[in-house]
């Protein structure tokens, strides 16, 4: 990401209560080798709720954003990134409403489940380094 000021990325939150959950952002500008500082899209400043917060993030904590993958439904024990408090948060679906498109979600993190309308919902991603692998064999043609 050497070139990438003011590209969209997603940091990944290390504090308690929002470990794995991954918040929108936009690079500001790399303030050493293995930091940059980041403007989230989302989230806020504590001492002024009109201005967006900015942190400086160390860089394995900052990946890009994933492709989109257009899916007709989720599966079942599928692995799905649900968005909710600002950011996107991963689970597995354990259910469905019938003939809803709401799903029910399992957190590992919390041992929580909510439910969540499909629209909320992405097929889980996992950045290695340069490519991204869709999670459940989700094949690359169904991105979009």
């Known amino acids: 990401m050497a070139n990438s000021v003011k590209r969209l990325v997603e940091v990944c939150s290390k504090e308690d209560g929002f470990l794995g959950s991954y918040f929108e952002a936009?690079?500001?500008?790399?303030?050493?080798?293995?930091?940059f500082l980041v403007e989230f899209l989302t989230l806020v400043s504590e001492e002024d709720e009109?201005?967006?917060l900015r942190e400086v993030v160390d860089a394995t904590e900052v990946r890009p954003c994933p492709p989109r993958i257009t899916v007709a439904e989720f599966d079942v024990m599928e692995k799905?990134?649900?968005?909710?408090?600002?950011?996107?948060?991963?689970?597995r679906v354990t259910g469905k409403e019938c003939g809803e498109d709401k799903y029910?979600?399992?957190?590992?993190?919390?041992?929580?489940?909510?439910?969540?309308?499909?629209h909320?919902?992405?097929?889980?991603?996992?950045?290695e380094d340069g490519p991204w692998v869709p999670s459940h064999g989700r094949s690359h043609q169904e991105q979009h």
């Open 50 to 52: 009109n201005e967006k």
């Open 80 to 91: 799905v990134d649900a968005y909710d408090r600002d950011g996107w948060w991963v689970g």
């Open 120 to 127: 909320l919902l992405r097929v889980h991603q996992e950045w």
């Open 26 to 35: 936009k690079l500001v500008q790399r303030v050493s080798k293995d930091k």
């Open 104 to 118: 029910f979600v399992h957190f590992d993190s919390t041992g929580d489940e909510f439910v969540y309308p499909g």
